[in-house]
Nanobody, 113 residues
Framework: QVQLVESGGGLVQPGGSLRLSCAASGFTLSNYAMSWYRQAPGKERELVATITPYTITNYADSVKGRFTISRDNAKNTMYLQMNSLKPEDTAVYYC???????WGQGTQVTVSS
């Protein structure tokens, strides 16, 4: 059974950092393209970053240079390192495997002073 469990969200001041984790089970994460999406209140879901099985990464323009997507194959876990956080990064962040339509439960990130 495919399962994605996010962790690492929280409250952080502008300019701060957080690292989100996505623990995968039921499949080998490195065999699939995996993404982070986010959804802010009253806004549509937004693709934040993607990592392919060949470790090719892509980012939304809004996070490029500040966020880094990565994975640890031994731990079957994906990460999103978020630096220089801004209030507009506030959202629920989701770990997603688009093939098959698998989404985690989401983790809240709030950037506020």
């Amino acid at each position: 059974q495919v399962q994605l469990v996010e962790s690492g969200g929280g409250l952080v001041q502008p300019g701060g950092s957080l690292r989100l984790s996505c623990a995968a089970s039921g499949f080998t994460l490195s065999n699939y393209a995996m993404s982070w999406y986010r959804q802010a209140p009253g806004k549509e879901r937004e693709l934040v970053a993607t990592i392919t099985p060949y470790t090719i990464t892509n980012y939304a323009d809004s996070v490029k240079g500040r966020f880094t997507i990565s994975r640890d194959n031994a731990k079957n876990t994906m990460y999103l390192q978020m630096n220089s956080l801004k209030p507009e990064d506030t959202a629920v962040y989701y770990c997603v495997r688009l093939r098959g339509g698998y989404w985690g439960q989401g983790t809240q990130v709030t950037v506020s002073s």
